[in-house]
Nanobody, 124 residues
């Protein structure tokens, strides 16, 4: 059974930084693209960033480009999201997800397993 466990959320002031991590188990982690999404109450879950199975290709939502960096450590089955210059509008529950198909490029769609989420709150 695939499990994804996020950590690293919390309360931070605007302009600050946080680093989220997601540890995966139950699947050959290195074979699958990974992604981060976020959701606020009353809104649909939105794409934040993805990384392909090798780590050589990344993709970002326009709203976070230049501020967030996604990375992966296949030896530790971990995908991370470094978030800098945080804004109040980044406040959300952040979820990691794993691609449905192996050796994928990532992107906005096609994820079949999700973590439980970690809350990020940015105070202005």
């Amino acid at each position: 059974q695939v499990q994804l466990v996020e950590s690293g959320g919390g309360l931070v002031q605007a302009g600050g930084s946080l680093r989220l991590s997601c540890v995966a188990s139950g699947r050959t982690f290195s074979n699958y693209a990974m992604a981060w999404f976020r959701q606020t109450p009353g809104k649909e879950r939105e794409f934040v960033a993805s990384i392909n199975w090798t780590g050589g290709s990344t993709r970002y939502a326009d709203s976070v480009k230049g501020r967030f960096t996604i990375s992966r450590d296949n030896a530790k089955n971990t995908v991370s999201l470094q978030m800098n210059s945080l804004k109040s509008e980044d406040t959300a529950v952040y979820y990691c997800a794993t691609d449905r198909n192996p050796r994928g490029l990532g992107g906005l769609y096609g994820y079949d397993y999700w973590g439980q989420g970690t809350q990020v709150t940015v105070s202005s």
